[in-house]
């Protein structure tokens, strides 16, 4: 997740073009999808009017139908996680929530499946499509929000089924597709239980009631517990 975060919110600084409201006005209508004014984005997210104008742009640049379907979301993706190298993986939203620096073979990682999981997470109206009022509210959060609104919109990412709680299944789904996108070989090297044993413990520490599942009070519990996930909450305040 920081590493998509990180590479659009750098695609959208390069681009800081002079123009008045006028111009990002008459912008916003040449598209399929006209989304919401910048007056009511600025009310509802922690961005400010020229903030939205540089993000907007990005947006519009990769998409410039206005809204983004899987498919294209899993492109854009896939392009930060093509090949191997010494990366610095931020799992905001996956694995352990904390950074995890490896060196990745050369191998191509699989970046698809953790893809799937994160469009759900920014669809949140369930339309399958993305638009930029959803994905300016997703980054405000990420990158703004308090330590709970982080956490709470992570929660959402991991309760794949939407039924407000959290299972063994559903976090170890997760867990793979994290591992998918490292590639499949790393160095240190994994052994190949190692999304299993990282899940089972992170699960027994969550579920506080051993009841089966995880809330999202337990979640947002374990995790301000954990240093590690705390210091990544706040990677990323800066980025824009």
């Known amino acids: 997740m920081g590493a998509v975060v990180g590479t659009l919110t750098m695609q959208t600084k390069q681009r800081r073009p002079s123009r008045d409201k006028a111009d990002d006005d008459l912008e916003m209508t040449m598209v399929c999808h006209r989304p919401e004014g910048l007056d009511q984005l600025e009310a509802q997210t922690n961005f400010s009017k020229r903030e939205l104008q540089v993000l907007y742009r ?141 899940v089972d413990a992170f699960f027994q520490k969550m579920d506080k009631n051993r009841d089966g599942v995880v809330t999202l009070d337990e979640f947002i519990l374990s995790c301000q517990e954990d240093e590690n996930i705390m210091r990544s909450l706040q990677l990323f305040e800066n980025v824009i």
């Open 58 to 198: 990005g947006f519009k640049n990769e998409c410039p139908s206005g809204v983004v379907n899987e498919d294209t979301f899993k492109q854009i993706y896939s392009q930060f996680f093509p090949h191997g190298g010494e990366e610095s993986i931020v799992c905001l939203c996956g694995l352990c929530l904390g950074v995890i620096n490896l060196y990745l073979s050369s191998s191509v990682a699989d970046a698809s499946t953790y893809a799937h999981y994160l469009f759900n997470a920014f669809d949140t109206g369930h339309t399958g499509s993305i638009k930029f009022e959803d994905f300016v509210t997703a980054l405000s959060i990420l990158l703004r929000g308090s330590v709970t609104e982080k956490l709470q919109w992570t929660f959402n990412l991991y309760d794949i089924n939407r039924d407000g709680y959290i299972n063994k299944e559903e976090m170890t789904d997760i867990v793979r597709a994290i591992y998918d996108m490292m590639g499949k070989y790393t160095y240190p090297v994994l052994k190949t239980d190692a999304p299993k044993q990282h």
